[in-house]
């Protein structure tokens, strides 16, 4: 069974600049397609960035411009660099495939508050 190891959330002032990590125990290209998912308290899960083997990405429109999906395939890794972060930010972060959920890891705790 996979496991996905998403860290590099804190607390952040607004205005202000995280970078997630996604490290996966096997092979991310068997993966396929990864997204970066997120939950604030009292919502439902919800899809923010998601890029494909080859490259391609797509954004939320609530964070397009903001933030950056990458994916290092050598390493296992799919990353989510957060720009500009708004106090609406706040939320676990999760990654997972985007077709085909596998067990999700423990996520990582954004706060953004001044």
């Known amino acids: 069974q996979v496991q996905l190891v998403e860290s590099g959330g804190g607390l952040v002032q607004p205005g202000g600049s995280l970078r997630l990590s996604c490290a996966a125990s096997?092979?991310?290209?068997?993966?396929?397609?990864m997204g970066w998912y997120r939950q604030a308290p009292g919502k439902q899960r919800e899809l923010v960035a998601s890029?494909?083997?080859?490259?391609?990405?797509n954004y939320a429109d609530s964070v397009k411009g903001r933030f950056t999906i990458s994916r290092d395939n050598a390493k296992n890794t799919v990353y989510l660099q957060m720009n500009s972060l708004k106090p609406e930010d706040t939320a676990v972060y999760y990654c997972n495939r985007l077709y085909g959920a596998v067990a999700w890891g423990q996520g990582t705790q954004v706060t953004v508050s001044s």
């Open positions: 890029i494909f083997v080859g490259g391609r990405t």
């Open positions: 096997e092979s991310i290209i068997r993966l396929n397609a």
